[in-house]
Nanobody, 122 residues
Framework: EVQLVESGGGLVQPGGSLRLSCAASGFTFDDYAMSWVRQAPGKGLEWVSAINWNGDNTYYTESMKGRFTISRDNAKNTLYLQMNSLKSEDTAVYYC???????????????WGQGTLVTVSS
């Protein structure tokens, strides 16, 4: 059974930083690309970032380039999202998700974690 467990969310002031983690199990982690997706209060899902199977290629929504960094540690079966210069509009539940293939360009995600809440507020 595929399991994705996010952690690292919390309350942070504007301009602050957080690092989210996603522990993966139940599948061969380094066979698949992974993504982060978020959902702000009262809004729909928004794709944030993706990373290919070995971490060589990363992709970001334009508004997050330069502020967010996705990475992975295949030895630990863990996905990360480093978030810097956080803004109030980054407040959302952040989900990690497994891609259906290895390169991160499919746009198709077939397993999701339960999410971790990030609140950016003073």
């Amino acid at each position: 059974e595929v399991q994705l467990v996010e952690s690292g969310g919390g309350l942070v002031q504007p301009g602050g930083s957080l690092r989210l983690s996603c522990a993966a199990s139940g599948f061969t982690f380094d066979d698949y690309a992974m993504s982060w997706v978020r959902q702000a209060p009262g809004k729909g899902l928004e794709w944030v970032s993706a990373i290919n199977w070995n971490g060589d290629n990363t992709y970001y929504t334009e508004s997050m380039k330069g502020r967010f960094t996705i990475s992975r540690d295949n030895a630990k079966n863990t996905l990360y999202l480093q978030m810097n210069s956080l803004k109030s509009e980054d407040t959302a539940v952040y989900y990690c998700a497994k891609d259906v293939n290895y390169d991160g360009t499919s746009g198709a995600l077939d397993a999701w974690g339960q999410g971790t809440l990030v609140t950016v507020s003073s």
